[in-house]
């Protein structure tokens, strides 16, 4: 099987994976049930990582920790999804108001070939000075896709240089213990993310 067809496999057995826990009642910590995806039944561990986060400064499993984090998986070259995700997620910052303080809010960039440290910082704080960009080898980012179930592909283009990459949309929760605890899926209703996101906060407050 070639490797195209091995990523839409992955893609496909994601999105069952998530289709069929959505399809339990999944995990609710302290009671809180999400309306924006689901969360698993039981958060699943992360295995150690070493990435790069904006300025260059290592960014690691230990960045997770201590706080809910959503991570939103693209790239700065992205033409149309990525830009307009990470602007509902500016949406989503201000709706949380004080609430958003207890919160990372990170973009993964799957493109660490022309996705830079400096670039990824410039391109995240256009957004919101508190988003924090994250890149490294793709080595890493192969071993946490897997981990945290997430799969990107390289799309040629006319150029060596113009090329896109395909990815898994759907964005990852983290809890305070730096555990996978779900997925927010799309599509993406800012009011809902507020509201989850405010419930789990709270609750880890």
Same mark, same amino acid.
């Given at each position: 099987?070639?490797?195209?067809?091995?990523?839409?496999?992955?893609?496909?057995?994601?999105?069952? /994976?998530? @289709?069929?826990?959505?399809?339990?009642?999944?995990?609710?910590?302290?009671?809180?049930?999400?309306?924006?995806?689901?969360?698993?039944?039981?958060?699943?561990?992360?295995?150690?990582?070493?990435?790069? @986060?904006? @300025?260059?400064? &290592?960014?690691?499993?230990?960045?997770?920790?201590?706080?809910?984090?959503?991570? $939103?998986?693209? $790239?700065?070259?992205?033409?149309?999804?990525?830009?307009?995700?990470?602007?509902?997620?500016?949406?989503?910052?201000?709706?949380?108001?004080?609430?958003?303080?207890?919160?990372?809010?990170?973009? /993964?960039?799957?493109?660490?070939?022309?996705?830079? &440290?400096?670039? /990824?910082?410039?391109?995240?704080? $256009?957004?919101?000075?508190?988003?924090?960009?994250?890149?490294?080898?793709?080595?890493?980012?192969?071993?946490? @896709?897997?981990?945290?179930?997430?799969?990107?592909?390289?799309?040629?283009?006319?150029?060596?240089?113009?090329?896109?990459?395909?990815?898994?949309?759907?964005?990852?929760?983290?809890?305070?213990?730096?555990?996978?605890?779900?997925?927010?899926? &799309?599509?993406?209703?800012?009011?809902?993310?507020?509201?989850? /996101?405010?419930?789990?906060?709270?609750?880890?407050?």
């Amino acid at each position: 099987m070639s490797k195209s067809k091995l990523i839409w496999v992955a893609l496909a057995a994601f999105a069952a /994976l998530v @289709g069929a826990a959505a399809g339990f009642t999944v995990l609710r910590p302290a009671g809180v049930d999400i309306k924006s995806g689901t969360l698993l039944r039981q958060p699943r561990e992360i295995a150690d990582f070493a990435l790069q @986060g904006s @300025g260059g400064k &290592p960014f690691t499993k230990a960045d997770l920790a201590g706080h809910w984090s959503l991570i $939103y998986v693209g $790239y700065t070259h992205c033409p149309d999804v990525c830009p307009t995700t990470l602007a509902q997620l500016k949406a989503v910052e201000k709706g949380l108001g004080p609430d958003a303080a207890k919160l990372r809010f990170v973009f /993964l960039s799957i493109d660490p070939e022309r996705d830079t &440290p400096e670039s /990824l910082a410039q391109y995240t704080h $256009y957004f919101s000075p508190d988003f924090e960009g994250v890149t490294g080898p793709n080595a890493q980012l192969d071993a946490l @896709g897997a981990n945290l179930g997430f799969v990107y592909q390289k799309v040629p283009g006319e150029t060596p240089q113009s090329y896109l990459m395909d990815h898994s949309s759907a964005m990852i929760l983290v809890n305070p213990q730096a555990q996978l605890a779900g997925y927010v899926t &799309p599509p993406f209703n800012t009011e809902a993310i507020v509201a989850d /996101l405010r419930a789990l906060a709270e609750r880890a407050s």
